[in-house]
C-alpha cells in the first residue's frame, strides 16, 4: 500500500502530560490513522525565528511526525491574520467579522510556498498526498510548481459558502485556481461540495469536488464514556448535581459555535419555563482558542458577562444555573460527562460538520440515553434526525427544544437514539478517511484535471 502524506496545520504530535488540543480535524484524522504508513507534515505550534528549516521528526508506530516552525511574523500573518481573521468568517458565512490585509494575503501564500519546499524532499513517488483544510488552499498548486507528480486530494473540514459570499474575498480565483491543482476535493456536505463546484466552475476549473461526512469513532467513545462515568471526575460532577438534570456544551471558544446564543437560550428556557428553574444545570465547556485575534477575546468577554447575568438573574443560594469553564478537559472525562448530560446542547451558527454532537450521541447509556439539542447549520443535523433541530437565531426556539428534550420519555428518547448511533457506526473515522482515498485512488488524474491547469 502507497504511504499516506497528511498536510495539515495542526499535527498532533504525540506530547505525553499536555493538555488536550481541541479541534475536529486532528480528532479525526488521528482515529482514521491506525493501520496505514504516514507521514504527517505541518505546523510545530511553535513560533521561532525563521518559517521552515529542517523538520522536526517523531515516529509513533507507522506514522511519523514532521513538523516546522512558524516566524512570529508568519504566525501573525498566515495564522492569526489571513487564515483566522479572514478565511474562516468568510467559510462560516460571517462576512462582516472578516478583514482583508494585503500583506496577510501575501504572509499566508509565502507559508504555503515554504511548506511546499520544505515537504518535497520528504516525499516518495508513489506517495499519496492527502491536505486539510482552509490554511493550505494554495498547497497542492506549490508542490505541483515545485515538481510533485503525486496524486494529490484535499479535504475541506469547514463549509464552504454560496458564491456570491465567496466572491466577497479580493482575489478568491487565485485560490481557486490553485485548488484546483488536486485530483479530488471533499467536502463535509452536499451543499458545500455544490458551493465549491460551483466557485471552480465559475472560475473555470472542473475539478471533482464530492461530499465526503467525517466519522467518529463511535465504539471506542462509548467504551471510553462508560469507563469515565464510573471515574473520579465523573462522580465529582455527577454528586454536585444533587439530581439536577445536565445540559452539556463543549466546544472551542469560537463565535461560530453560536454560544452567546447558546446561553440566551437558556435564558430563555428558565423564563418561559419556569418548571425548570432549579431542576437544571448548563456545564459550558470552552477552551479558549486563537486568543489572539481581536474577534475571539471579544467573545471571550460577552460569554463572561452572559453567563454571570444569568447567574445574577436566576441564581439562589444553594443552584449556579450556569457553570462556565474555559479551560480543556481531556477527552476521556469529556465523554464520561456527555454520558451523564441529560441533554446535548449544540447550536453552532454555522459548522462544517460538528464532531463534539457525534460524540455526544456515541456516549451515551442505550438503556436511559440523553437527547441532542442541535443546531440545523451543523453539518452533523444531515445525519443525525433523532436531534431536536433548532435554529440558533431564535433563543426562544432553543429554550422550546430544551423543553422538549428535557420533558421528553425515555422510550422517545431511546427510539431516537438508536436511529441516531445506527448512522454513526455505518461511517467510523476510519471508514471516512478510506471511502476519500479509494475515490482519489480511483480517480485517472490525467482527464479528470485537464481543465484545471
Ligand atoms: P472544531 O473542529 O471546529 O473545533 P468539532 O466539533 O468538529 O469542532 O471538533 C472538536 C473536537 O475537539 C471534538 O473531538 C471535541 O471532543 C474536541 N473538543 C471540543 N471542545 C473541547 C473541549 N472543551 N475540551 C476538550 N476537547 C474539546
Ligand atoms: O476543524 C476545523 C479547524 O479549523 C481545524 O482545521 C483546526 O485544527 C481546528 O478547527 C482547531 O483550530 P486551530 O487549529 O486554529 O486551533
Known amino acids: 500500500m502507497a504511504r499516506l502524506v497528511i498536510v495539515s496545520n495542526r499535527v498532533p504530535v504525540p506530547r505525553p502530560r499536555e493538555r488536550p488540543q481541541a479541534g475536529g480535524l486532528a480528532v479525526a484524522l488521528k482515529e482514521a ?3 496505514r504508513e504516514t507521514l504527517w507534515f505541518g505546523w510545530s ?17 507507522q506514522t511519523t511526525y514532521a513538523t516546522i516552525d512558524l516566524s512570529t511574523e508568519d504566525y501573525r500573518l498566515y495564522y492569526t491574520g489571513f487564515s483566522n481573521g479572514m478565511l474562516w468568517p468568510l467559510l462560516h458565512y460571517r462576512m462582516g467579522l472578516a478583514e482583508f490585509r494585503r500583506e496577510e494575503w501575501d504572509g499566508y501564500r509565502r507559508v504555503n510556498t515554504a511548506f511546499a519546499r520544505t515537504l518535497k524532499p520528504l516525499l516518495r513517488a508513489d506517495d499519496v498526498i492527502w491536505i486539510h483544510d482552509f490554511h493550505h488552499f494554495p498547497l497542492a498548486a506549490a508542490l505541483r510548481e515545485a515538481g510533485a507528480k503525486q496524486r494529490i486530494g484535499f479535504f475541506l473540514h469547514v463549509p464552504f459558502p454560496p458564491l456570491p459570499l465567496y466572491q466577497a474575498l479580493p482575489q478568491g480565483n487565485i485560490l481557486l485556481r490553485e485548488l484546483a491543482s488536486c485530483d479530488l476535493i471533499g467536502t463535509q456536505t452536499a451543499p458545500d461540495a455544490a458551493n465549491l463546484r460551483e466557485a ?3 472560475a473555470g476549473f472542473d475539478v471533482p469536488v464530492r461530499p465526503f461526512p467525517i466519522g467518529i469513532d463511535a465504539e471506542d467513545f462509548a467504551r471510553e464514556a462508560e469507563k469515565a462515568v464510573r471515574g473520579q471526575d465523573a462522580r465529582r460532577l455527577t454528586a454536585s448535581l444533587s439530581g439536577r438534570a445536565l445540559i452539556l456544551g463543549v466546544d472551542r471558544l469560537d ?6 446564543q447558546r446561553l440566551r ?17 448548563l456545564l459550558q465547556v470552552a477552551p479558549v482558542s486563537r486568543g489572539d485575534v481581536g474577534q475571539y477575546r471579544t467573545l471571550r468577554r460577552e460569554l463572561d458577562e452572559l453567563a454571570g447575568r444569568i447567574n445574577g438573574d436566576h441564581g439562589d443560594i444553594d443552584w449556579v444555573p450556569v457553570r462556565w469553564m474555559t479551560r480543556a478537559v481531556p477527552r476521556p472525562t469529556l465523554a464520561g460527562f456527555h454520558r451523564i448530560a441529560r441533554v446535548g446542547l449544540v447550536t453552532p451558527m454555522r459548522d462544517g460538520m460538528n464532531l463534539v454532537a457525534k460524540e455526544f450521541v456515541a456516549a451515551q447509556d442505550p438503556a436511559d440515553p440523553g437527547v441532542l439539542v442541535l443546531s440545523c447549520f451543523a453539518g452533523a443535523a444531515d445525519e443525525l434526525r433523532g436531534a431536536i433541530l433548532v435554529n440558533p437565531h431564535d433563543p426562544d426556539e432553543i429554550a422550546e427544544g430544551l423543553n422538549a428534550a428535557l420533558v421528553m420519555p425515555t422510550s422517545e428518547r431511546r427510539k431516537r437514539w438508536i436511529d441516531d448511533i445506527a448512522v454513526l457506526r455505518q461511517n467510523s473515522a476510519a471508514a471516512w478517511a478510506e471511502g476519500f482515498l479509494a475515490a482519489l485512488a480511483r480517480i485517472g488524474a490525467e482527464p479528470l484535471r485537464a481543465g484545471a491547469r
Open 265 to 281: 437560550g437558556f435564558a430563555s428556557l428558565l423564563r418561559r419555563f419556569p418548571e425548570h428553574r432549579g431542576r437544571v444545570t
Open 200 to 202: 471552480l466552475r465559475g
Open 33 to 35: 490513522l491506525a493501520t
Open 45 to 61: 505550534g511553535q513560533t521561532g525565528a525563521a518559517t521552515g528549516g529542517d523538520p522536526a521528526l517523531v515516529t509513533v508506530g
Open 255 to 260: 463565535y461560530s459555535k453560536g454560544l452567546p
